[in-house]
């Protein structure tokens, strides 16, 4: 922008306050207390005596080291840290002489320890002047971005006591007197043990190591996400070996030094994926559990394009498959000893023979082992092919590949699914409280029941024959390849609806779960996730419930079933006219009349269109959003609009009427009545 005006000297104005400098002799420097004067030491230990209670030693070299607790003091802090453990030694000659900070967190890798350390030394050196309590406060307001730093490659050092000499020597002594001295058998022809060959370690480039270190910490941040509010989950100092639980699927089906199974220690290199994780079966017999983690390993390494927790899901639900497959290697191998013997016997016949078989075209190919593993459950082939379209595995070693179909177990309860759920920057979903709408078995009657938590049985009683009933719900994650959220146990009762339920996502940026959000079917939330502020939506357009198997044994039906009435309504979407009739033009709602179970818009459409006297509707179905619930009076649960429309606009309607003349009808008596009066006076 041009200056307008200009001084006398050509320079251009300014907006700034036209004030003189203040002279030097009006600036006086900060007081500072007579202690601190005399002796700066004592004073600013005392500053940190009095703020944190350290507790305090004295080194050999006569420095003092406090130790302390600092708490955060950013609301916003993004890092689960709730004290850092400080360490504070204050040399003798101090403040000639820096102070040293030390980290002691044990849950804080030693890298980013290092670096809070480093930004102590780098205050203190910018900050010369400044006392022990303002080092401290400057290291609280710039502890986030010490922490946010690149993790400092660190070293650690394992003693290994050497024993090769005790081995040597327990294979020179001589068996002890008095034994007697074995018979000598005739010598035997024994193949030499064969030595592994070594394979040199595989040397990666810098780009590959930065890749590799990318990609584990953001699946190590997935693992955490999903696994770390658990009770049996644990991490090692080093961040290498993760604790986790883990829940095998069919258990009957796992060997007996397997059953007892219930966590797993993963172990994953630093430089995963480039190194190969690996895993080992706690609370097992080693016998049944060195061969199902071998086959994991190898497993692992061909599946590179899997996640860790992609791995921990595979081995939950195909523990028992691989327990298998070790033990028909173990079989295999079993078999084929003793025709080693008559291979080498035969081995100038085969030789002599193979010149013929490299002409030939036809090659012989062996069955594969796992098609002559019969399943214990007696299910049929049928059976076994419908339900190998649900996933597969694949197992590969050397040539040979073999794919094991998932036989999943049946599941128990009524199955609800959210078929077309619209995920939009989520990666799972969850309902994690369950609001339902049941028809009870005795009377047919409607009942609603609410907050039913995962795992928890849920009791209640029928509001018209007070029969009792009860619902426990088991949930499983929705994602963008499984729309079936849990399943339902039922006892006394069946599902009709939803109703508004809460439900947990999971942000498909940092995998972090968010808060309880609370939908229903037609419905369309879109919220920010906390970690890192990116923008989700989900939108549940249709639930369907699918009866597997009851709870208890269902009643016997008496007499035919109701056929139920197709509507065509979709949730979320208007009724017709927002379900006005002729009769009632202000009415937005369809009720369910209890006597045929059809819909009418109201009592004299179904007198119209029935042959029988009608009964009290206790169900209707709401105008704006077309979702069907219990009767109410006024307004919708789901959408909250109003079902009944307002007569008039603010004279007199059902005895509530207003006193201001300007609002009244013209043909209202009282709207010119004493007008040019005042209020309050009286006649004469």
């Known amino acids: 922008m041009l200056p307008l005006h200009q001084k006398d000297n050509g320079s251009p104005t300014t907006r700034k306050q036209a004030v003189a400098e203040a002279s030097d002799s009006r600036v006086f420097a900060k007081p500072v207390p007579k202690a601190q004067l005399e002796d700066p030491r004592g004073y600013q230990l005392g500053q940190v005596r009095k703020r944190y209670s350290p507790k305090e030693t004295i080194t050999p070299d006569g420095a003092t080291s406090m130790v302390f607790k600092m708490t955060p003091s950013d609301p916003d802090f993004p890092f689960e840290l709730a004290h850092l453990h400080c360490d504070l030694v204050v040399p003798k000659n101090y403040p000639a002489k820096r102070p040293v900070l030390k980290v002691t967190n044990k849950d804080i890798p030693r890298g980013f ?123 090692s ?84 498959l691989l327990a298998k497959m070790a033990q028909l290697n173990a079989a295999k191998t079993e078999t084929s000893q003793p025709q080693d013997t008559k291979s080498e016997a035969t081995g100038e016949d085969d030789a002599a023979t193979g010149s013929d078989m490299e002409k030939s075209h036809i090659q012989y190919i062996p069955r594969p082992p796992e098609w002559t593993v019969r399943n214990d459950s007696g299910s049929s082939e049928e059976e076994e092919t419908s339900s190998s379209d649900d996933g597969g595995v694949e197992l590969e070693r050397g040539e040979e590949q073999t794919s094991i179909a998932i036989l999943d177990a049946p599941e128990h309860g009524t199955m609800i699914s959210f078929p077309s759920v619209e995920l939009h920057g989520l990666e799972l979903l969850q309902v994690s409280l369950l609001s339902l709408t049941i028809k009870c078995d005795r009377c047919r009657t409607l009942n609603d029941l609410t907050g039913i938590k995962p795992g928890v049985e849920k009791t209640g009683s029928c509001k018209k024959c007070a ?95 109701r056929k139920t009435e197709k509507l065509g309504l979709h949730a979320g979407e208007p009724l017709p006219n927002r379900g006005a009739c002729m009769h009632y033009r202000k009415s937005y709602r369809w009720f369910r009349f209890s006597c045929c179970n059809k819909v009418y818009s109201c009592d004299r459409c179904h007198e119209e269109a029935e042959d029988h006297p ?8 709401c105008g704006w959003c077309s979702r069907e619930q219990n009767y109410a009076v006024d307004e919708c649960k789901f959408c909250g609009r109003g079902v009944i429309g307002k007569k008039g606009r603010g004279f007199w309607e059902g005895g509530k009427g207003t006193r201001d003349q300007r609002m009244m009808s013209r043909k209202d008596p009282r709207k010119y009545k004493r007008i040019g009066t005042q209020p309050g006076a009286q006649k004469s």
């Open 113 to 235: 320890s290092i670096n809070v350390e480093k930004g102590w030394d780098k205050l203190a050196e910018e900050k010369k002047g400044s006392t022990l309590l303002s080092l401290i406060n400057a290291l609280d307001k710039n502890l986030e971005i010490f922490l946010s730093e690149q993790k400092v490659e660190t070293v650690k050092l394992v003693h290994f006591k050497d024993t090769r000499h005790l081995q040597q020597g327990h294979q020179q002594a001589q068996p002890p007197l008095g034994v007697p001295k074995p018979v000598a058998k005739p010598a035997t022809i024994s193949k030499p043990p064969t030595s592994k060959a070594y394979v040199p370690e595989k040397k990666h480039s810098r780009e590959e190591i930065a890749v590799a270190k990318e990609r584990r910490a953001q699946e190590v941040r997935q693992l955490e996400a999903r696994m770390g509010r658990l009770p049996l989950y644990r991490r």
């Open 614 to 621: 009608n009964e009290w509707a206790n169900r209707m179905i």
């Open 237 to 320: 100092a080093d961040g290498v070996v993760f604790t986790l639980p883990l829940e095998p699927k069919k258990k009957a089906d796992l060997p007996e030094g397997l059953r007892s199974v219930n966590n797993i220690h993963l172990i994953v290199p630093l430089l995963y994926p480039l190194q190969d994780i690996r895993i080992q079966l706690n609370e097992a017999d080693a016998k049944d559990a060195e061969p199902v983690e071998d086959l994991f390993v190898q497993r692992a390494a061909d599946q590179k394009q899997m996640n860790l927790m992609g791995h921990v899901n595979y081995l939950a639900q195909h523990l028992h």
């Open 467 to 561: 029969s009792a009933f009860s619902a426990k719900y088991n949930p499983q994650y929705v994602h963008e390849h499984s729309s079936r959220a849990g399943f339902i146990d039922l006892a006394g009762c069946k599902v009709a609806d939803m109703l508004p339920s809460t439900f947990v996502p999971t942000c498909g940026r940092c995998s972090t779960p968010s808060h309880g959000l609370v939908s229903v079917r037609g419905e369309t939330m879109t919220n920010v996730c906390r970690e890192c502020h990116s923008k989700f939506t989900f939108k549940i357009p249709d639930v369907k419930f699918l009866f597997i198997t009851p709870g208890t044994l269902p009643p016997p039906t008496s007499g035919p079933k």
